[in-house]
């Protein structure tokens, strides 16, 4: 990989510089910050392709950033934190995370999510727009493949990466039901396992977005014992 840009935002500068080390040897470059709020302003200055954010910080934690960084931008965000409970994944994910890792990591785990992220980000289309334009409209809910983006009667839907590509993933083959193991290696590209909160989680998130009511969805749709599908 090269001519990306990875954020790397944490308050303890062993951890920072370590993760600078593995970045720089894989022909990335790092920018840090020691804080959310640091964090926020090196995102102004600078063209960021992922961002690495741990969760406990002072003056603005994690979750706060995540939050923040998501009212304006998708960049990929990977969540770091010290422990391992799946509250703090679930939540980091809430909020718009796309990946999780805990502390103390394997640096080549590390890495290997970071690339998994940025080929999704990158080469995938999310960040530019590639490959052959394709429209989709169900009901009102429409897809432009071009522009990777969705839109609800007219009213563009602010999905993050994994959001978009799950929707994406429904819609091109409407009325077809997923199960959670099939959208979790398709969207995440790697293996499938103990995947049900994690799906479960964006899909809670996408239907916020774009159901009336998330309660009683109009498009997607959980099949009982088999998985998702987009309602055709």
């Known amino acids: 990989m090269t001519n990306y840009c990875v954020l790397v935002v944490d308050d303890e500068k062993e951890i920072r510089d370590a993760i600078e080390i593995y970045l720089k040897n894989e ?6 910050a020691q804080d959310g709020l ?7 200055e600078h063209e960021v392709h992922l961002i690495i954010l741990d969760i406990m910080m002072p003056r603005l934690d994690g979750i706060s950033t995540a939050f923040k960084i998501r009212e ?67 009901n009102g809910l429409a897809l432009n493949q071009e522009a990777k983006e969705v ?6 839907v602010k999905l993050t ?6 929707v994406e993933l429904l819609m ?5 039901v997923f199960s959670i193991s099939e959208i979790y290696e398709r969207v995440w590209s790697e293996p499938s396992y103990n995947a049900e909160n994690t799906v479960a989680v964006h899909i809670r998130k ?6 009336i009511n998330p309660k009683n969805p109009k498009y997607l749709k959980v099949v009982w014992g088999l998985g998702y599908k987009m309602e055709k």
Request: proline letters at 4%; glycine letters at 6%; aromatic letters at 4%.
């Open 161 to 166: 990466p994994i959001e978009y590509k799950i």
């Open 172 to 176: 091109l083959h409407a009325g077809r």
């Open 72 to 138: 304006e931008k998708n960049i990929p965000i990977i969540m770091l934190s010290a422990k391992s409970e799946d509250t703090d994944k679930i939540l980091g994910l809430q909020i718009g995370a796309d990946d999780y890792v805990t502390k103390p990591f394997n640096p080549l785990e590390l890495i290997a999510r970071v690339k998994s992220q940025l080929r999704r980000y990158i080469t995938l289309g999310i960040y530019e727009g590639a490959g052959t334009s394709k429209h989709v409209n169900i």
């Open 27 to 32: 022909n990335i470059t790092v920018i840090k």
């Open 38 to 44: 640091e964090a926020i302003e090196k995102l102004h």
């Open 151 to 156: 839109a609800l009667h007219g009213e563009t």
């Open 206 to 211: 996408i239907r916020e977005k774009i159901e």
